[in-house]
């Protein structure tokens, strides 16, 4: 993408109405990592493991949720040894056979535009149970059931095993298997690392006055009962490059007098940041089988909120976040830096979509599944469950008109295109003789429209199809027909109104808009295909062919490049990238990604319908198509600067003419 230098303009349209981003989709940095917006899967265990393999469950269940638009995605709690299993069937990174399926999955990750992350755990004392859906409590002997482990020798419940008391010896093992798994992670491709302190298993354990009542230097105050967390974060670290981040989860709560408090998490978390962890996950909970647990919509943001205050490290809330404007208002008002959802999650992988479309905010989807972010089901025009249709008639979102309503007051006209009688800038390449006719072409469904048609001297190789702006076919678009034929280059101009408005010539008077609310993408592409139609019917036929289009017919000629392959390529002035959507037709941000010509992109960079940030992503979206394509920002340049009249604006025009006759050249046949 290009913005070409320019020196002055004092015209410019105001950007008040363009929204800004919402919080939850700013990118978030930490270390050397980027994440493209605020959204965490929670690791959630699967139980679906053998051994501690991951198999394609895990693919399909952590790389839908990076499909779905997540900035992280987390592997669930992930035993660091045998014994440190909560059930037979959780996930492992024991073995260095692990490795490679691991690396399959964060490579899938990566692929979507999302980081890897895994969660590093020990169950504990809380080890060898049955997952949920076969039972509950300690596993039968014939099951397979194992020792376990922790700082002292208590059950988390009657129901669970007795665990051994840790000797010194021992812990300093277990801090050992935690830094052969993160050695294990990093090379299966992992970004993030998180060591699980939370949810009374091992680590949790350790740092909680209910289940530590070691004598030694593991148990007592606080600072000797986080001393092997602090010597498994330092045993992380030390093999972790320094551009990737560490989070550890704890529990900022035990949720039962004398237990572990908000006050101990903050102290912790503030002696985690000084070991080099760059994030905590604030959960609770989990140590003692009778605590009373408040459970709400967000009920542990707080705590994040205050660890992230007085401890100064960044955090991430979890706990019941189910909607985006509680997620976008979390980040917002700086209670958390990342929110991360699980079973919101579980229930819909795309929550993320989602998010954005509730949120007014147009987030790129992958290529292949881009076709489904229309806003309606297709034929029938149903609405999609979860993602309203624009208010308005038709579909058409009433704020659009009310933008150029508001843009017509502030410049004193509508600036989607031309003054009725507006004239095209001069060709650079003008010359050749050329002669132009009124021509009426018929549609697939019968309907007949008109067209004027301009004629090149001699036979063109390339022909182009002139898409005009919300008023249809009018003076300008037939001149600029012929300067086209004057370049050497066949062209038909059509009008979009043959259904509704018939074939009557039309003066500046015409009420177009309610023409405009009446069109269709389908009865769109067939008038374009009517007119690709005629100039492959002419004797000396040009064999490549384009569309040109300004405003609306800009967005049109876009969206050819997914819906007309036969073409050559697609060139649009101050198209209409994100909307509205007109009667649930898809946008041209929507369906860059599934482009297939070469596309040209010109724009006025002191446009107020089209912001950069559109422009931007719609550039992204054609590089994620792998089509040749060329985007254009003139700084300064209103909506309409491509018009003889607007002398101030020649210089962007002379360059906008050699673009287009370039790119024309560049793709048409010898």
Known sequence: MQTVPHIHHEDSFPDENIPPTPDLFRPFTLRGVTLRNRIMVSPMCQYSSEDGFASDWHLVHLGSRAVGGAALVMAEATAIEKRGRISPQDLGIYYDEHIPMLARITAFIKEQGAVPAIQLAHAGRKASTYRPWSGSGELAADQGRWETIAPSAERFSAQYPLPKELTR????????HFQDAAKRALQAGFEVLEVHGAHGYLIHEFLSPVSNH???????PLQHRMRFLLETVDAIRAVMPD????FVRLSASDWTEGG???????????????????????SSGGNVATAKIPLAPGYQVPFAEQIRQEADIPTAAVGLITQPQHANDIIHSQQADLVA???????DPYWPMHAARDLGYDMTWPSQICAGQTLTDGAGGGNRKGLPLPSGVNGLDTSYRALLDRSYRNSGGYPMCFEFNAEPPISPQSGSTARGEEIVLESADGTRFLAYAAHTGTPAKAGIIVLPDVRGLFHFYKELALRFAEAGVEAVAIDYFGRTAGLTDRDQDFDFWPHVMETRRETLDADIAAAVAYLRGLPHAPQSLFTVGFCFGGSNSFLQASNNPGLAGAIGFYGGLAGPSRNGSPTALERACASTIPVLGLFGGADPMITAEHVQKFDEELDKAHVEHDIITYPGAPHSFFDRAQAEYAKESEDAWKRILGFVAAHTKA
Not at 260 to 282: F, M, P, R, S
């Open 169 to 176: 010896d021992e812990i300093a093992a277990v801090v050992q």
């Open 214 to 220: 070691r004598q030694d230097e593991y148990g007592g």
């Open 243 to 246: 551009e990737l981040p560490l």
């Open 260 to 282: 572990l408090t908000i006050n101990d998490t903050v102290e912790i978390a503030h002696t985690l940041k000084q070991h080099g962890v760059d994030l905590i996950d604030a």
């Open 341 to 347: 959802l699980a079973r919101e999650l579980l229930r």
